[in-house]
């Protein structure tokens, strides 16, 4: 099993920067990491959960959506089983509960599909005051 728990979210003001942190856990992730791909993603109220950017848990491969790719950094930290998303020049469209997600294979042509990916996190709000 995959167990994935995020934190870092909170109040901010548009400009401003915060660092999610999603902490990897279990016996099946710690079995097989190296093959996993991890991502973030957000849904916002009313709107669809939204792809933001993925890794390989090597963190040799990144991938970013179109939107984000100039203000978020995704990274690993192999030692401590966590994968971090560092957000820079958040807005108040960038409001959100942003999810980590676990995907047992990094594939390129699925890496932005959220139904490709069999672990979740309980997701961490993140809220931009304008």
């Known amino acids: 099993q995959v167990q994935l728990v995020e934190s870092g979210g909170g109040l901010v003001r548009a400009g401003g920067s915060l660092r999610l942190s999603c902490a990897a856990s279990g016996r099946t992730f710690i079995s097989y990491a190296s093959s996993y791909a991890m991502g973030w993603f957000r849904q916002a109220p009313g709107k669809d959960r939204e792809f933001l950017a993925a890794i390989s848990w090597t963190g040799g491969d990144t991938f970013y959506a179109e939107p984000v790719k100039d203000r978020f950094t995704i990274s690993t930290d192999n030692a401590k089983n966590t994968v971090y998303l560092q957000m820079n020049s958040l807005e108040p469209e960038d409001t959100a509960v942003y999810y980590c997600?676990?995907?047992?294979?990094?594939?390129?042509?699925?890496?932005?599909?959220?139904?490709?990916?069999?672990?979740w996190g309980q997701g961490t709000q993140v809220t931009v005051s304008s």
């Open positions: 997600a676990a995907q047992p294979e990094m594939t390129i042509a699925t890496i932005a599909l959220d139904y490709k990916y069999d672990y």
